[in-house]
């Protein structure tokens, strides 16, 4: 992926051992905030398309715990797809990016953490308004 302001890709270190795997998570580590808030998107039916929003300050981590999904990221100028598909790579999203989640595969379960805690009003959900946020 080629560069984009306020976003980056991680890979993260997993622990293996004879019996699997583990991933771990922590704030200000491998997750570059404090962590306020986790959720997790699952059962997502098919074809659907999700996100279509961005935010103003809020900062996240998403992460693809089982199967796959594909984010598609749009900064106002330019846009990116990224394939989600192992839980050991997470994707960060800054504040000002426009974000929709396609191509959910059949038992995708899409982790997400946040720096903030849930706040409506943090939404951006009109893309005019976002491209003449970011062409501020
Ligand atoms: C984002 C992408 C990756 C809550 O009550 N609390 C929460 O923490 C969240 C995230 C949502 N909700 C409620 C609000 C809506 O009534 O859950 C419902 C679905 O939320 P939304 O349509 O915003 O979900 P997505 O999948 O379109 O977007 C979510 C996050 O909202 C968003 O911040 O970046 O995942």
Same mark, same amino acid.
């Given at each position: 992926?080629? *560069? ?6 991680? *890979?993260?270190?997993?622990?293996? /051992? ?26 997502? *039916? ?27 990221? /749009? ?7 990224? *394939? ?41 959900? /009109?893309? /005019? ?8």
């Amino acid at each position: 992926m080629t *560069k984009m302001e306020n976003v980056k890709l991680f *890979k993260f270190n997993i622990i293996g /051992d004879s019996r699997g795997s583990l991933v771990s998570l922590e704030q200000f580590n491998n997750i570059p905030f404090e962590i306020r808030r986790i959720y997790y998107i699952f059962d997502t *039916k098919r074809n659907v398309e999700r996100g279509n929003h961005a935010h103003k300050k809020l900062e996240q981590v998403l992460v693809c715990l089982s199967g796959s999904c594909s984010v598609i990221l /749009d900064n106002g100028i330019e846009k990116k797809e990224v *394939k989600l598909d192992y839980p050991d790579i997470g994707l960060y999203i800054g504040k000002n990016i426009w974000r929709s989640m396609v191509n959910f595969s059949q038992g995708c379960v899409l982790m997400v953490i946040a720096n903030e805690k849930y706040n409506p009003s943090e939404y951006i959900r /009109d893309y /005019d308004l976002f491209l003449k946020t970011v062409k501020k």
